[in-house]
């Protein structure tokens, strides 16, 4: 499986990014994933993120593109890092 911040990162600047509809739910879900992997993603730990939150790809993808939009997660050394709630 591909690096999910990798597959989020592309989507950012995708149009196909506005063909995703993601909810607040959506994000959440994956705040919850990244929480309980100590607040980062890396290559190691993404691998079983997307089937343990329910997401499709596409959505769970957009959904961290719109959280690192959204400020509440950044890119940091090639890691996906979460700066939400008691992730800082």
Do not use: F, W
């Amino acid at each position: 499986m591909q690096l999910l911040l990798c597959a989020a990162s592309l989507l950012i600047a995708s149009v196909a990014l506005a063909e995703v509809v993601v909810t607040e739910a959506d994000k959440d879900a994956m705040i919850k994933g990244i929480k309980a992997r100590g607040c980062v993603i890396t290559d190691k730990n993404d691998a079983r993120l997307l089937g343990e939150v329910g997401l499709p790809q596409p959505v769970a993808y957009a959904a961290v593109a719109a959280l690192i939009a959204e400020a509440r997660a950044e890119i940091v050394d090639d890691h996906l890092h979460l700066k939400t709630g008691s992730c800082k």
